[in-house]
């Protein structure tokens, strides 16, 4: 029986064999003291809920949006549930929901006026095709698994849809995308499983129609509200420049508080001209050499299983980003029956129900 790697475990494996070791040989996982609200769990739920309804109806609806958001919600409080929180730990996941639901109602009225999507094919499509050697063969031993958030046609091509919530972003975040890894293995996957006719029908047709994708488009959204302007003293609103808004946002704000925008002219047009930092959209292009360059470093990193490695590589980074620190510094088999558990699955990241690729 062929074994199954994905980019989560690759990455784990290159960045520290033993890490990997420990990870997906081992099965290791730290034990949490206090389980996490999984909001990106519940923001993917609006979204696939959100282009699922537009692709069967041709309209946007955020009561689509918002109840599956809100199913999720539930399943998260069951799981949360043992996990023995305090109730400023409730009200704070609350909040957290909140926002969620307001990030919502704003993400839909913005992808009504701004989406380029001519049409949705699917979404959260998981699929696995052999890893190919370095001579171009179908590995005996190995397939890699992949999963997207979505699969659309922009100008008359396929596209893989990556939707993304951030906290915040920068010139940097935003520079790496052009090299995102995860994105360019997913695409080297579903291209191969066109290629292969591992597709399901519905899709390996829209592949037929439109050609492989092309690229990856971006859809990113930042879980932050634009900030209504605040009322000075003296009736006026705030003309500071740093103020973390949109113009719509801005103007809206002097409207209702029957302002003449002409007073804040040199505001609204630093807002203007900013644009809106609120969302991010970029379509990537993966040419033929990026995407063989692509499999074959999935290949090489196959040859971290194969081999066996289970060397340790020290970095700074490990003492602020790797669970595995205190066994990595002395392996103690009270500490591991103390503070890790095993998992029952290899890739976790895939439990939940997807659309499979054949």
């Known amino acids: 029986m062929k074994q199954v790697v994905t980019y989560s475990e690759l990455r784990s494996r290159r960045r520290c064999a033993y890490r990997g070791h420990l ?3 081992e099965l290791l996982t730290p034990r949490r003291r206090k389980a996490g ?33 809100a199913a999720e919600k539930k399943r998260e409080d069951e799981r949360l549930r043992t996990a023995g929180l305090f109730d400023e ?11 969620l639901l307001s990030l919502a109602v704003e993400y839909v009225a913005y992808a009504r006026a701004n989406d380029p999507f001519e049409r949705i094919i699917t979404c959260q499509l998981a ?27 922009i100008g008359g091509q396929l596209w893989l849809l990556e939707n993304k919530w951030w906290k915040n972003w920068d010139r940097n975040n935003l520079k790496a995308l052009q090299m995102d890894e995860q994105s360019g293995m997913y695409l080297w996957g579903f291209r191969e499983a ?6 399901p029908r519905t899709i390996q047709g829209a592949v037929d129609t439109y050609g492989l994708p092309v690229g990856v488009y971006y859809n990113i959204v930042r879980k932050k509200l634009p900030v209504v302007p605040a009322l000075n003293k003296d009736g006026t609103t705030t003309k500071r420049k740093d103020i973390d808004t949109t ?3 801005f103007l809206s704000a002097l409207e209702d508080r029957d302002q003449d925008p002409a007073d804040y002219a040199e505001i609204l047009d630093i807002l203007r001209e900013k644009g809106n930092t609120f969302y991010y959209r970029e379509a ?22 194969a081999d066996g490695f289970t060397f340790k590589s020290p970095a700074k980074e490990c003492t ?39």
């Open 284 to 305: 990537i292009y993966r040419n033929e050499t990026e995407l063989a360059d692509i499999g074959r470093r999935i290949y090489f990193a196959t040859r971290y299983v």
């Open 89 to 99: 730990e409730w009200q704070e996941i609350e909040d957290r929901w909140l926002l």
């Open 127 to 153: 699929g696995q095709v052999p890893v190919l050697t370095g001579e171009g063969r179908a590995s005996t031993r190995y397939d890699f698994r992949f999963k997207l958030d979505g699969l659309v046609v």
């Open 320 to 358: 602020w980003d790797c669970p595995f620190w205190s066994l990595c510094l002395e392996w103690s088999d009270e500490l591991l029956e103390q503070h890790f558990d095993r998992k029952e699955r290899k890739h976790e990241e895939y439990d939940e129900e997807l659309e499979e690729a054949a």
């Open 247 to 249: 113009y719509d946002v």
């Open 23 to 25: 990870e997906y040989d």
């Open 194 to 199: 066109a290629q292969r006719h591992r597709l």
């Open 37 to 69: 609200f999984r909001e990106g769990t519940i923001a993917d739920a609006g979204m696939n809920a959100l282009y699922l309804h537009l692709r069967d109806t041709g309209g946007y609806d955020i009561d689509a949006m918002v109840n599956a958001m």
